[in-house]
């Protein structure tokens, strides 16, 4: 698995159909193989995007200071947090699945598909205890994949393309389930990851690589308006993953890649592990291992670098299992999903 950093910068943004909104989107891909990417929109809809670090997003949300929350894994999802200017950390495994995030209220939220009831749960980000509060699914069939919270009215929205599809608002007190607007525009009409600022809501197709491109839909429109086409990140790949808005700009740094890269080859791990790495700079630098418990299980490495690229084989004597592989080097910390068969 690999990571990059998530980058992200200020913006501002007109839509055909929308006020001036300011703030800057990510988006991520499930599987990893491309860069996250962000974008201040500039130019709308033919935005630029800018390749962060390599990481796997399912699902992904902001808080109002920006620290994102990130999620990977279908069944068993483990749960990221990260900053601006450090790359995701592991944080705990969620009790379920989850296929989306929204953070709203102080509280993370995520839909789960797989779970005893599919519905919408609250997160606890310390002990990764999930708790249903809207069962979404029973009587109408609803499975929202793409989730986010807009502060505007203080509701969560939802796509769905099972049930009647369409975006609905979702609200939080009462569960009660509102169709605004008819689905996306797609030959699939299947959305996932969503993102909402300043009363517009982001959603991605599940397919990039036919030329499908993101799409925007401003509440202010009520129900029934429409959604506007904008440029696709990842036009070679199925657009699967998380989104997220993030309002704040100040202390924002950023290049064009993150100096300390880190990634696992052939993960799954059988056998020898390959650790790759790229250090901006000489300096101590070690590689440890942890269990989801964050205890360490063994030191993989520790020594002085040049700065560059470089790589570290291992043969793993632990049992099968998930650990987490962190990187140390140039004051900074780079974690990696490892799974040991």
Known sequence: MKFRMLIHVSATLLLLIAPMAEGRLFAGLEGGAPAT???????????????????????????????????????????????LNTVPVFVTAISEDMTSLAYGRDTLWGFSNYASTKGIYSIDTETGAATLKIDTYTGTGFRFFALGYNQTDDMLYGYTEYGTAGLYSINIDTGEMLKIAD??????????????????????????????????????????????????????????????????????????????????????????AVFS?????????????????????????????????????????????VYIAVLRSCGLTASARLILI
């Open 37 to 83: 990417q962000s974008s201040d929109l500039t130019g709308f809809p033919a935005v630029t995007w800018t390749a962060g670090y390599n990481f796997d997003v399912s699902g992904a949300a902001a808080t109002p200071t920006d620290t994102l929350y990130l999620c990977n894994g279908a069944f068993n999802t483990d749960l990221y947090k990260a900053t």
């Open 277 to 321: 790495f790229q250090l901006p700079a000489a300096a101590n630098t070690s590689i440890e291992v942890y269990d989801t418990s964050g205890r360490i299980q063994a030191t993989v490495f520790s020594s002085t670098l040049q700065s560059g690229s470089g790589e570290v084989l291992w043969n793993p004597n632990l049992p099968s299992g």
């Open 183 to 272: 689905p996306i525009p797609a030959s699939n009409s299947q959305g996932r990851g969503m993102a909402i600022g300043d009363n517009v809501v982001y959603i991605t197709a599940t397919r990039g690589d036919d030329g499908v491109p993101y799409y925007a839909y401003n509440l202010a429109q009520g129900t029934g308006g429409t959604w506007e086409e904008f440029t696709n990140p990842y036009p070679a790949y199925h657009s699967t993953g998380g989104a997220a808005w993030l309002t704040e700009t100040q202390g924002v740094e950023h290049t064009a890649d993150y100096p300390l890269q880190f990634c696992i080859s052939s993960n799954p791990v059988h056998g020898q």
